[in-house]
């Protein structure tokens, strides 16, 4: 497999640049009122939107870039509680912890996205396509990170949150698949294998940090 480096190095620049902009220049209430209707339209019509996002007929990267800042926000959140929560563990490991905690949903969007690129080559998108696709797939398991603030707050609702943040899990990974799919072109039966393999080295990159 022939991986032009110094193209995927220029558009990884591209796309880090126009998070920056678009963080610099959001206008927080605005965006805040339309990721709130993209979130409702989304519950409505899923596999829908994603599809549109992911073909390029939607430009839904703004409302990526503040779905990441919610997902980030509620697991050093989660981080930050556990933290002052539990006495045993050095301070270097819970600053660790933090850390992790802020770049895991980043890595767990930019592999499989770098991956995309470098595999995808017969119908290439965009960067910034492929990532706004992974992060408005992931919506329900962003949805389960900010129930993980909840449950932090009140363990006892562990017993009704666990089952339905798993259930968010699992449609993350549904819309995830079919969102890969569409980006790739490509059959169900044929792109399992690619599927589980972007999984695999995304979980691995995950579990090294």
Request: glycine fraction near 4%; proline fraction near 3%.
């Amino acid at each position: 497999m022939e991986i032009n480096k110094e193209e995927l190095k220029n558009e990884t620049k591209e796309t880090i640049n126009q998070v920056k902009d678009t963080i610099k220049n959001v206008d927080i209430n605005k965006e805040a009122k339309e990721t709130k209707g993209f979130v409702q339209e989304m519950i409505v019509s899923p596999f829908e939107r994603v599809e549109k996002i992911a073909k390029g007929e939607e430009d839904a990267f703004k409302k990526a870039i503040v779905l990441l800042i919610i997902d980030i926000a509620a697991s050093l959140i989660v981080a930050l509680i556990s933290a002052f929560k539990y006495s045993y563990g050095s301070i270097g490991g819970k600053l660790w912890d933090l850390i992790t905690a802020g770049i895991s949903p980043i890595v767990a969007i930019l592999v499989p996205a770098i991956l995309i690129l470098i595999i995808n080559k017969a119908n290439k998108k965009s960067l910034t396509t492929v990532s706004a696709t992974l992060v408005v797939a992931s919506l329900p398991s962003i949805v389960a990170s900010v129930i993980d603030v909840i449950e932090s707050l009140l363990p006892r609702i562990y017993l009704i949150s666990s089952p339905i943040s798993t259930a968010l899990y699992a449609m993350t990974t549904v819309l995830t698949f079919f969102g890969m799919r569409t980006l790739f072109g490509e059959e169900k039966e044929g792109f399992l294998f690619k599927f589980a393999g972007i999984k695999f080295i995304t979980a691995l990159v995950l579990y090294i940090i």
